[in-house]
Each structure stands twice: as C-alpha cells, then as structure tokens.
C-alpha cells in the first residue's frame, strides 16, 4: 500500500507546493480535482495506479459530462488529471502516461463580459465621496479605480502592499498566479484616490484592528485586516447596484473591461498580455473582439453593396 494513490496525491500535492511554488488557493483546485477523481477510481475498485488504464480516465470525463459540468470545468479537471499522470510517470509509481491520449472537450469561444466606457465611469462614479470620514467610501473609490486603472485580478488587489506602490512612478508591483510579479502604470484618477484613502481612510481603518494591525496590507475591511477577495467582489457589486448597471458583474469585470478598452484605444496584444501578466498571448487575444458598432461600420463603409 506504499504506493496507494491517496499517497501519491499527497506526494503529488507537496511537490507543486514546495517545487513549483504555486499558490494556496492553485493546490486547493488540484486537490479538489483530483479528490473527486480518486474517489470515483475507487468506487471502481482501483486503488493501485498500476490498474489504471486510458479507458479509466475517458469514462471518468464521460461521467463528468453526464453530470451536466460545462466543458470549461471538465477541461480543468482533466488538466489537473494530465499534471498528475505526468507526475506519476516521473516518479516512476507507474511506467506509461495512461491519461496522455485524453483530450480536452472542446471549449466553445466565449467574450467577456465587458462595460463600456460610459458604464465604467458610472461604476466609479458611483463610489466617489467627499466625505472624508467616509471610511468605506474612500476605500471603495480606491479599490475600483486601482483596478481599472492596472487591470489586476480581484486577489491582486487583495494581496497588494503599501510598499507596492510607487507614487513617483505611478507603478505598482502587482503579484499574479505562481508568485510572478510585474510592473503595471496607474493614472492620475487612480492616483488622487488612492492618495485620499491613505491620508484620510486608512489609518482610521488600520486602528480598529482588535488584534495585530495589518501594517502593509493596502486595502483594509471595516476591522482593520486585509481586504479579502470576496469582499473586493461584493464592493464591486454594490457599487454596480448603485450605479443601475444591469450587466452581470463579477470579480474580473473591472480586468476584462481594462484590457478591452485598452485594445480598442490601439494597444497592441503583446502590451496588454504584459499588462494582465498572461503567460500566453493566446489568452489575451480574446479581448481582440469586435465590437457590433466597429463591425457595421467597417461593413458599411467598405462592402461595395451595402449602402
């Protein structure tokens, strides 16, 4: 039973934690993956890696389907299931990657939802106050403008430090998945914000901590600790409540609205892929979109039988 896979996953688990360094919230998604997919190897009485073969896998990505997962979430799954098979094969538990054949379900191209530039400055609008006692406020107004204005993830903004910022500059040091860090510009309206939050918002913040103050964190909650990713979520949708936008929001509406707008203002790919801090170019081609208006223009003005 040395080699039961309960164990390899653990082994598994402290490699792409300790080796790869990635984060806690990456390890908890393999682990929740992979948990899922050794519990229905077992229900089919396989506990040994040696007794799983290609047909294993497939019917398991059969099962997954059934079950209505979007092709989206079953393609992450089995890339969790390809990194562990390739893991096994390199720690010599099992001789042949079973799960290499499997290919991913074809994922249909989605848009992001986006907002328009109209849309985002009711969005920001919507949290400004001149109210300097207005803590929350300050606070808020901060946050929305530092994320369009960089584009980060919602856990970026979260785990963003004082330190990070260089007013000078205008550059803050954002740290994206798998500890990468980069260099992103800010603007003068993100600036004036964020300056009104730190001189009036944030140190009344930074005192109501019952316990060790939360000294570099930038964005604090009501308590005095660092904002966490699900609060920069629900400030987001407040403040589209109050700013009557209709659009679904969610965390990354600010991040898909940046990079959109960037583009369509003639930023080239490559530019906005350092910006989001893709690893890939292809990920960021998505934003590369067309807008309806932009297409019946280019129609109109250039098909010989359209007017």
Not at 164 to 171: G, K, M, P, S, Y
Request: proline share 4%; glycine share 6%; with cysteine.
């Amino acid at each position: 039973m040395t080699n039961s896979l309960p164990m390899i996953e653990a082994r598994f688990l402290a490699h792409i934690d300790v080796e790869r360094g990635l984060s806690s919230s990456t390890i908890a998604a393999y682990q929740s993956d992979l948990d899922r997919y050794l519990a229905w190897l077992a229900s089919q009485g396989i506990t040994d890696p040696q007794d799983i073969h290609t047909s294993h896998v497939e019917s398991y990505m059969r099962v997954l389907g059934e079950e209505g997962q979007s092709a989206g979430t079953r393609s992450r799954r089995l890339s969790s299931i390809h990194m562990f098979h390739r893991f096994m094969v390199s720690e010599r538990f099992v001789q042949d990657d079973v799960a290499a054949p499997v290919k991913s379900p074809r994922i249909g191209a989605s848009l992001p939802d986006v907002l328009d530039v109209d849309e985002v400055a009711l969005l920001l609008h919507a949290c400004e106050t001149d109210n300097l006692h207005d803590l929350a406020g300050l606070r808020d107004s901060a946050l929305l403008e530092f994320m369009y204005a960089t584009g980060c993830r919602a856990s970026e903004a979260a785990n963003c430090d004082i330190d990070d910022l260089d007013f000078d500059e205008q550059v803050v040091r954002l740290t994206g998945k798998g500890g990468k860090q980069r260099l992103v510009p800010f603007g003068s309206f993100a600036k004036h914000a964020l300056e009104q939050y730190l001189t009036y918002g944030r140190s009344p913040l930074e005192g109501k901590a019952k316990q060790v103050r939360e000294r570099r964190a930038l964005f604090l909650n009501m308590r005095g600790k660092r904002l966490s990713r699900q609060s920069v979520w629900e400030i987001i949708k407040r403040a589209g409540g109050r700013a009557h936008i209709h659009h679904p929001l969610h965390p990354h509406t600010l991040r898909h609205s940046f990079a959109t707008h960037l583009i369509q203002g003639g930023a080239d790919v490559r530019t906005v892929q350092e910006l989001l801090g893709h690893a890939s170019v292809k990920t960021t081609q998505i934003y590369t979109h067309i807008s309806p208006d932009a297409l019946m223009e280019t129609y109109v003005t250039a098909h010989p039988r359209a007017k």
